[in-house]
């Protein structure tokens, strides 16, 4: 019953946008803003203060970022995101089948599959 609570109160406070990038610290995992492109893209913060983050993405790129360009890490299984098929550097739509650590399975909506790394990956 406790965790039932707990979901319920934070999808709600995700959903009013309080869970933000103030609540993280050194060594989580994140979501970036990635230049501002308005894709996210997951890493590890690696500084913070004065408003700012930096963060060094699951790919190795690094970014300093406004602390509202980075979000917590919200990917779950079943969830949309696009990949690197391969990485041939094209971006492809399909959905999370599996998560462990970096290792990310992608069900593409064309009907593929692949194991890859969360760093050939963003989300919307």
Known sequence: MRIKMISVLTVALMAAGSLHATAQTKGDWVLGNYQGAGYWFPGVVE??????????????????????????????????????????????????ASLAGEKIGIAYDDGDKETTKTGRCRSN
């Open 47 to 96: 500084k913070l203060g004065g408003g700012k983050v930096t963060v060094r993405y699951d790919d190795g790129e690094r970014e300093t970022l406004d602390i509202s360009d980075v979000r917590a890490y919200d990917w779950m299984i079943g969830m949309k995101v696009e990949c690197n098929y391969k990485g041939k550097g094209d971006w492809y739509p399909g959905k999370i």
